[in-house]
């Protein structure tokens, strides 16, 4: 009885005026003053749609935390059928990214948040997501919870299962498909300058979906670049005897979600309250 949910559709910041879907849940009680922690995700890919469901952890964020958490549909998913999926694949991946961001910026809009009190999060392909978005717009967010991602659009297809992604992402050794891939890729799109947001990579070492050299290299060439002056935290949680995520046990689960939300309210400001 303390939550409710609401969908609001956007129409500001994506470049082409396409109206991005996302669900917004919170305390009944929440003062629209730009001020909350939230948390967004998103995935985008694959033709894989996203619905509210429950989530004990995302509960005692809103509870607890006074967090807002937003899921967001961007296009690249299966939410508005097969055009809703090709228009955020291959060459139009970009528009996925776009999304997201107005997203963001509609949140901000909304007095439902800020920059320095948005936090993103997403996995694998959801990864690629955050990451691309970071590189972006650093300026949107204040922290980035990047699970197993997809960061390297250059060698992706070269490692286990990667060249099943193709379908989706392109061919990085055609030329033109590259050119589209070069344009977005994480690795290849870290700023040499500026503040970054803080940014929580987290991978396992047995992971032979997306094989956690995507992260590692990842969070080497973002150290590298800016960790001597950055302002904020640049860091990776590396899981041992772990793999992409399916079966982990609960164990491990319960202590990777409490770093990553105790990274979360941290770098947000979020107090517990009871």
């Known amino acids: 009885k303390q939550w409710y949910q609401r969908r609001v559709a956007i129409t500001a910041g994506s470049k082409d005026g396409t109206k991005v879907p996302m669900f917004v849940t919170h305390n009944k009680d929440l003062v629209l003053e730009g001020n ?8 985008g890919g694959f033709n894989i749609s996203l619905s509210p469901s429950y989530s004990c952890s995302r509960m005692i ?5 006074g967090g807002v958490f937003v899921e967001v549909n961007m296009r690249g998913g299966g939410g508005y059928g097969n055009e809703w999926h090709h228009a955020g694949s291959l060459a139009n991946k970009q528009n996925v990214f776009d999304d997201f961001i107005s997203a963001g910026e509609e949140l901000c809009r909304l007095k439902y948040t800020s920059p320095p009190k948005l936090a993103i999060e997403g996995g694998s392909n959801g990864g690629l997501l955050v990451a691309a978005c970071a590189n972006q717009r650093p300026d949107l967010f204040g922290a980035v919870i990047c699970h197993v991602g997809v960061l390297d659009m250059y060698r992706f297809q070269k490692f286990t299962i990667g060249h099943a992604w193709m379908t989706e992402f392109g061919d990085p050794d055609k030329a033109e498909e590259w050119g589209w891939l070069r344009q977005y890729s994480p690795l290849h799109n870290i700023p040499e300058e500026g503040v970054y947001p803080a940014t929580l ?3 396992g070492d047995h992971d032979d979906r997306v094989v956690p050299l995507h992260s590692l290299k990842f969070i080497a060439t973002l150290q590298h670049r800016l960790g001597g002056r950055n302002p904020h935290p640049l860091l990776i ?3 041992t005897k772990s793999g992409h995520g399916a079966g982990k046990p609960t164990a491990k689960r319960l202590l990777e979600t409490a770093d990553c939300y105790a990274f979360i309210a941290d770098q947000l400001g979020a107090s517990w309250r009871q």
């Not at 964020?61 to 935390?65: A, G, P, Q, R, S």
């Open 36 to 43: 909350n922690p939230t948390l967004m995700y998103g995935y």
């Open 61 to 65: 964020f809103i509870k607890y935390l």
């Open 201 to 203: 990579l987290l991978t």
């Open 237 to 239: 949680r590396v899981d």
